[in-house]
């Protein structure tokens, strides 16, 4: 069983910065971060495919976060810069084993962390 473990999540005013990281050590097609707010569906926030060089951000974060892979130490981390009170949710790490098709999209990721709660509040 895959396991993906998040952190870094807290409370942060607004403009701040914050970094969350995910433990992932398996081998993966494509991984990512999701978010999700009560009432919603959960949306793909950044993911990426290593072997294809490929990079997703969803237009409401593109220029604020970055999604970088350290291969040697197992994490994916999210860097979220300018933050905004709309941007307040649970985050979660997920990851999809089969090679191709959709790559970032919640209904087709494979597994799934438990989230870490981002909250953006003056």
């Known amino acids: 069983q895959e396991q993906l473990v998040e952190s870094g999540g807290g409370l942060v005013q607004p403009g701040g910065s914050l970094r969350l990281s995910c433990e992932a050590s398996?081998?993966?097609?494509?991984i990512g971060w999701f978010r999700q707010v009560p009432g919603k569906e959960r949306e793909g926030v950044a993911c990426r495919i290593d072997s294809e060089y490929s990079t997703y951000y969803a237009d409401s974060v593109k220029g604020r976060f970055t999604i970088s892979r350290d291969t040697a130490k197992n994490t994916l981390d999210l860097i979220m810069n300018s933050l905004k009170p709309e941007d307040t949710a649970v985050y979660y790490c997920?990851?999809?084993?089969?090679?191709?098709?959709?790559?970032?999209?919640?209904?087709?990721?494979?597994?799934w962390g438990k989230g870490t709660a981002v909250t953006v509040s003056s």
């Open positions: 997920a990851a999809k084993q089969a090679y191709g098709g959709r790559w970032c999209e919640y209904d087709v990721m494979d597994y």
């Open positions: 398996g081998l993966y097609y494509s």
